[in-house]
């Protein structure tokens, strides 16, 4: 309602807002204020200091420090890091790594001097951001989105403000017109009040608040199929405890049967007295729902977290997946032992618990966040890998012509709607030719100085820019090798540009990942594909010869989950693209291997929707 609106404007807007409030003084407002969380514009700020000032009477000399209760959307920022990362033609190889650098700038542990060092970092390697990120980081914003920069917690005020934009939109939404004056606003805003008045009544004496037209349907004169939970000819039986026994005798009387039956002719289908070949799962009886509320603790948007948690679990469980042992013996990796032990024993909301407090260190009311922060990055050595570049510069004079870099990236990187392979796997460790950044220093051939390429550098230790000299010459690499091989194996499929999807609010055609690829010698086969639309995740898992699709959306509101689907026709949810896909490790002797599901998805490549 206030968009595009001065400081006056929103002066008046928050008066009449600490007018509602029920505090008498300033120092009342401050310990018991629950916070405001706002966008960057510099009139609502300013406007709501004036207004603070003005109504509980706080003298000009008095600092306020109002990032205690004041503080800006998170969500914001990150949507500022996407127009730049576009608007700057960022090479989609440091997308990733520019992204998760400035991110991290919003740690609520990092120390001051971790915070300078960081940003000082970003700087010397993408000297195009520092207007961007100086604008970000001047006293009137910056203390509001970085932690490091105040030295007050306001990490009980929400981080975004989802909260709020929902709100304005439904109120937009129910009024009669797009465009309507001060009365009309009025008039609306005790219209939509009194709805929602009378909806609580109403639901409080149990009566139903919305009315429509019964649709009288012709009863159906056949019988509907039933899913009996297999795929034909060779699938996964679902136990039911209650028929635990009634399906054991008809097992026995079927193995009976199929010793006697004479071969005859017969049509398609299971033969008679046939076995299953998978072994016998409960794998239908796991789904961790959406949300949950444990002692202390009550989370929402939880999506992330139980994905992730979730679709580990259906690999490590049924699918031959292992932790290793650098994994066992850290923190978090006995911690993700004990969660998978807990929700086993479908104590979901004890695992979540655990991980929350122990893991994420988090006591926030909401979850909203990437795979990364709730999960791939707290457990580095699941996916970690280990690689040897050999490169060598053109420049004759270079102080370092031949090198060797250790690398240890998590994920590999692609692009997304790609129809990811062995191919994009084998380019992905052929890095392209780049500028040497080899430094010179002044006791070095004064000849080389010459060749060089001056650059600025900002020095820690100095506190100022300082100015230096790099090789002018071009580093190729020679050959990379894969010295250490993950476990779990991550395909990070990035979006380059998020112009198509504001404009149109489409995703891309999902493009089903090959099933089987190789990395430094060692075969891995897909495990799971995780979905988003940007605001949710779900997952399709592959279990032996099916495909366990999973959603805690659906478990929350009582439908099936999860549920099962044919690997040669694999359905995927609509208006969502491929996130990631997980790879797992070839072991020999894994009772339940992804193999054979593997080997069934990579004969479905093509767009599927």
């Known amino acids: 309602m206030l968009h595009g609106m001065e400081t006056a404007h929103y002066k008046a807007h928050f008066m009449a807002f600490f007018r509602s409030l029920p505090y008498k003084d300033y120092d009342e407002f401050v310990s018991r204020f629950g916070g405001m969380t706002c966008d960057f514009a510099g009139g609502e700020r300013t406007g709501f200091e004036e207004a603070v000032r003005s109504y509980y009477e706080v003298p000009n000399d008095r600092p306020l420090h109002m990032e205690r209760y004041y503080r800006c959307c998170e969500i914001h920022y990150k949507n500022s890091i996407r127009r730049f990362m576009v608007k700057s033609r960022m090479p989609p190889a440091d997308v990733n790594d520019f992204g998760k650098s400035v991110m991290g700038l919003t740690g609520r542990h990092l120390t001051r001097a971790d915070f300078d060092k960081l940003v000082a970092t970003i700087l010397a390697k993408y000297p195009q951001a520092k207007k961007w990120l100086q604008w970000h980081l001047n006293d009137n914003v910056g203390k509001f989105i970085f932690p490091a920069l105040s030295v007050y917690d306001n990490s009980h005020i929400t981080k975004d403000t989802n909260a709020q934009e929902s709100l304005g939109n439904d109120f937009k939404r129910s009024a009669m017109k797009k465009q309507v004056n001060i009365n009309e606003a009025i008039q609306h805003s005790y219209r939509y009040m009194k709805n929602i008045e009378t909806d609580y009544e109403q639901a409080a004496k149990g009566r139903q608040l919305r009315y429509k037209r019964a649709q009288s349907k012709k009863p159906s004169t056949s019988k509907g199929y039933e899913n009996d939970g297999r795929p034909p000819n060779d699938g996964i039986i679902e136990e039911h405890d209650e028929k635990e026994a009634d399906i054991e005798a008809k097992e026995k009387k079927r193995r009976a049967s199929s010793e006697t039956i004479k071969a005859t002719k017969r049509g398609p289908g299971r033969p008679p007295g046939s076995l299953n070949k998978a072994a016998k799962v409960n794998a239908l009886s796991y789904a ?322």
């Not at 939880?302 to 948690?309: G, H, M, P, R, V």
């Open 288 to 609: 961790i729902p959406w949300s949950f509320e444990f002692k202390d603790l009550k989370e929402t948007n939880t999506c992330a977290l139980d994905t992730a948690l979730m679709a580990f679990f259906f690999i490590y469980k049924f699918a031959g997946g292992t932790l290793p042992q650098s994994v066992r013996e850290s923190k978090n990796g006995s911690i993700l032992r004990n969660v998978l032990d807990l929700i086993a024993e479908h104590k979901y909301n004890e695992a979540r618990y655990i991980w929350c407090k122990e893991v994420l260190d988090s006591d926030r009311r909401s979850l909203f966040r990437s795979l990364e922060e709730v999960f791939h990055n707290k457990v580095p050595d699941l996916s970690k890998i280990t690689t040897e570049t050999w490169s060598r510069c053109s420049s004759p004079l270079c102080p370092n012509a031949v090198a060797v870099k250790i690398r240890y990236p998590e994920s590999i990187v692609a692009p997304v709607g790609c129809t990811f392979g062995q191919k994009e796997v084998d380019s992905w460790l052929v890095k392209n030719p780049k500028p040497c950044s080899e430094d010179i220093t002044p006791e070095q051939d004064a000849r080389s100085c010459r060749h060089s390429r001056r650059r600025v550098r900002f020095d820690i230790d100095a506190n100022q820019e300082i100015s230096i000299h790099t090789c002018s010459g071009m580093r190729t690499s020679d050959k990379s090798e894969v010295t250490g091989a993950p476990q779990l194996l991550l395909i990070d499929f990035i979006q380059g540009s998020l112009i198509h999807y504001h404009q149109n609010r489409e995703q891309p055609p999902v493009q089903v990942p090959a099933g089987t690829i190789s990395l430094g010698g060692i075969i891995y086969h897909l495990a799971a594909l995780i979905y988003s639309n940007h605001n949710h995740f779900n997952c399709t898992v592959f279990i032996s010869n099916g495909a366990l699709f999973y959603d805690g959306l659906l478990s929350y509101s009582g439908k099936k989950n999860p549920r099962w689907l044919l690997p040669n026709k694999l359905k995927h949810p609509d208006n969502y693209y491929l996130a990631y896909a997980w790879y797992i490790k070839e072991t020999i002797d894994a009772p339940n291997s992804t193999a054979s599901s593997a080997a069934n998805t990579s004969e479905i490549h093509g767009t599927v929707k």
